[in-house]
């Protein structure tokens, strides 16, 4: 069945493509956050960039270890507040099919999670009227597309492309290395099972 299964992915899933175009392995994951937190900022043009980069580093760190870590998409990350994320056991909550589920980090992801979700925690406390786990510099929930903006900007740095849904299916393709079950990357990333086809859902 699990042949079955993976002959009827769709294309662009994970399995269908070159492993260099992502981060199909935790490793590589690891260097593009290292990147973000010690040296995308050297590749800025000026110091006004730069300011304004440090201010936000964890944030977006956050944001790209978040959807590495669960292979949340884009949407679910832009939905979650401060209450939706449990450091304590480590993982997330998210709303599929009108139900929460709880999604575990990659152990591997929690070092790049944690120190913004802190940070975070602490403002809200501060002023509860704002939920959202992320915002803008502006104290505006976050968008979809300023994600797409910001994966963007650190390809370029990078050298590589990088988009959240390079983000999002190279979290199943370390799950599935770790494991070499495509059920469990099903469950995660939000497929479901229908006639022996896995079909996503989201995104």
């Known amino acids: 069945m699990e042949d079955s299964l993976q002959r ?15 981060f199909v392995y935790a490793g590589r994951a690891r260097k593009l956050l290292d990147f973000m ?15 304004n980069w440090e201010k936000e580093k964890e944030r977006n760190i956050a944001i790209f270890a978040i959807i590495i870590g669960t292979g949340a998409s884009t949407q679910e990350v832009v939905n979650l ?3 939706d994320i449990d450091m304590r056991k480590k993982g997330i ?4 099919n009108n139900e929460k589920q709880f999604i575990r980090f990659l152990p591997f992801t929690i070092p790049y999670i944690a120190p913004f979700v802190k940070e975070r925690r602490g403002r809200w406390d501060l002023d509860p009227s704002i939920p959202s786990l992320f915002l803008t510099m ?11 903006h910001l994966a963007k900007s650190i390809g370029h740095a990078y050298g590589k492309v990088i988009t959240p849904s390079i983000l999002k299916d190279s979290h199943a393709s370390i799950v599935y290395k770790e494991t070499g079950d495509i059920k469990k990357v099903a469950e995660i990333q939000g497929y479901s099972l229908d006639k022996n086809h ?6």
């Open 37 to 51: 937190a010690n040296s995308y900022v050297t590749t800025l043009p000026t110091q006004k960039k730069a300011d």
């Open 81 to 83: 507040t401060v209450r």
């Open 138 to 148: 502006l104290k505006k929930p976050m968008g979809r597309n300023t994600i797409g």
């Open 198 to 203: 896995l079909i996503r859902f989201i995104d």
């Open 93 to 96: 909550w998210v709303v599929r």
């Open 8 to 22: 009827e992915l769709p294309q662009h899933n994970i399995f269908r493509i070159k492993e260099e175009d992502y």
